[in-house]
């Protein structure tokens, strides 16, 4: 079946499941590629390229199953230039609801005289033949030109015209090697709307290789200069440097609202998909990956980390929940600012009226110059550090004696100190935290609930830190407290303190 054309649709191509799994170590079960492409369906993309059924028993069997599984996307099968080739194809896609052939040959004089020691004008038969066979059994035919990048532009143009004669759809012109400046490729793209007589009859198709980094570049500068179809992979994967990044290329479109091109893609699922390839495929998402990379949406300098806290678009151009992800990440390093600290303090629920930020940050410093990185951990221990006042005359404690055993009541005695005021308190209760607890509301005196109370071991161990934290309710609102240390009474009480001076 022929897409219908529309100027300002960008058809959308992956090849995930075929080039993609070129890649060593990447290949994947037939179960596992019929996930992914029900993943792909959901994207929205427009032709799934399912695999190359010659190559092997288990590709054949790939595209018969997914060809089964997907109802939506045409499915594509690849094919040299060759019957064989096509009759292989033709069998796995016979339950296919909307068929593909995906066949081509090598375009350019390098191609044609060291891979296939030929001429131009047998290739150019040869092509033909191709196109005029596999259209015999299906209808939707794709021609590559094979390193259309470095291929002389009449000869390419007159091989395009000739397979659009003999029945292509659309017609493929693959920078193969990742050879081409953007400049050149779309340079190229737009000769071909110009000198290819017969070009509005099918569908022009970029597939760009990112051995030079240029892969969603030459890909761009192919659809400014009139091609319509986008050939790609999530997360970039595929042979050598990678395919052109399916997220980048939709996203460009999407953020780029002047060019007035729309993809069908929907862009939430990006984050989903991208983390679904990478694990299936065990090919790691670099960190800085456009779009979908861990750091894409994080920022940790702290000009960087003011400036987009005052308005996100300082240094925003795409929303992250329009790529599938909850909210942009300020990371605390020791690059961060006061900015970014009372960010994430006013997070955490603390009241920045109510604290000596200028120490915190202080200490938040000295911490950052020994972690690479400050977790929500980190700073709630930062926080509950009773070495210094964290909050401005808020309740700290001096000191905290527990008394338990098997022949009495656990009994606490603790010291807080208030506007330079120490204040003591014994209680007994029917555990050490109870007892303690006890004795800090006999000091601060007001209807105070204990709603919840856990503990957890940081690393583990039983010498390890532990981490408390309670949930109190005061005048019908809750607090959040959080205490740290290896003693889980100490813990328990500083955590108490920190949800009190939150409101106190």
Not at 140 to 160: H, K, P, S, T, V
């Amino acid at each position: 079946m022929t897409m219908l054309h529309d100027p300002n649709r960008v058809y959308v191509f992956d090849t995930t499941l075929r080039d993609g799994e070129q890649v060593p170590g990447c290949q994947l079960s037939t179960p596992e590629k019929i996930e992914i492409a029900k993943a792909l369906e959901a994207l929205g993309v427009d032709v799934i390229e399912a695999g190359f059924p010659i190559s092997s028993p288990g590709d054949f069997q790939s595209v018969v199953e997914l060809s089964k599984a997907v109802r939506e996307p045409i499915i594509c099968a690849l094919t040299r230039a060759n019957r064989k080739d096509i009759d292989s194809a033709v069998a796995a896609l016979q339950y296919a609801k909307r068929p593909r052939i995906h066949t081509g040959i090598g375009s350019s004089d390098m191609h044609i005289k060291y891979k296939f020691n030929s001429t131009r004008e047998d290739i150019l038969e040869r092509a033909v033949e191709a196109v005029k066979y596999a259209k015999r059994f299906v209808e939707d035919i794709e021609f590559f030109a094979e390193d259309a990048g470095r291929a002389d532009n009449a000869f390419l143009a007159q091989m395009i015209e000739a397979v659009i004669a003999a029945g292509a759809t659309v017609v493929n012109i693959p920078d193969t090697n990742g050879y081409c400046l953007p400049e050149q490729y779309g340079s190229k793209i737009l000769y071909l709307k110009e000198n290819v007589k017969n070009i509005d009859q099918a569908i022009i198709s970029v597939h760009c290789h990112n051995d030079l980094g240029l892969a969603t570049a030459n890909t761009l500068a192919g659809v400014l200069n009139g091609a319509r179809q986008v050939e790609c992979t999530i997360n970039g994967i595929g042979e050598r440097a990678g395919n052109t990044a399916l997220e980048e290329v939709a996203m460009v479109l999407k953020t780029h609202h002047a060019l007035n091109l729309k993809t069908n893609i929907n862009t939430k699922h990006f984050s989903e998909i991208s983390a679904k390839v990478s694990r299936m495929m065990r090919m790691p998402v670099q960190p800085n990956k456009a779009i979908i990379g861990q750091n894409a949406f994080a920022h940790s300098s702290g000009i960087h980390q003011d400036g987009f806290l005052k308005h996100r678009e300082n240094y925003e151009i795409i929303n992250p929940e329009d790529v599938g992800i909850d909210a942009a990440g300020i990371i605390l390093t020791a690059r961060s600012g006061r900015h970014a600290l009372k960010h994430h303090l006013e997070r955490l629920g603390y009241v920045i009226e109510k604290i000596n930020l200028d120490q915190v940050y202080e200490k938040f410093l000295l911490l950052a110059d020994q972690k690479l990185e400050i977790s929500d951990d980190d700073l709630l221990s930062l926080m509950s550090d009773g070495e210094e006042h964290t909050y401005k005359n808020g309740y700290k404690l001096n000191s905290l004696n527990v008394v338990c055993g098997d022949s009495q009541l656990p009994s606490a005695t603790v010291k807080l100190e208030y506007e330079g005021l120490e204040q003591e308190a014994k209680a007994e209760g029917n555990g050490p935290v109870n007892a303690t607890i006890k004795a800090i509301q006999s000091i601060i005196d007001k209807d105070i609930q204990l709603k919840e109370f856990t503990i957890q071991a940081i690393h583990g161990g039983s010498d390890d830190i532990s981490k408390v934290n309670m949930r109190v309710i005061f005048e019908e609102r809750s607090y959040l407290g959080y205490g740290f240390s290896t003693d889980i009474v100490r813990a328990s009480a500083d955590a108490y303190l920190d949800a009190l001076n939150k409101f106190l």
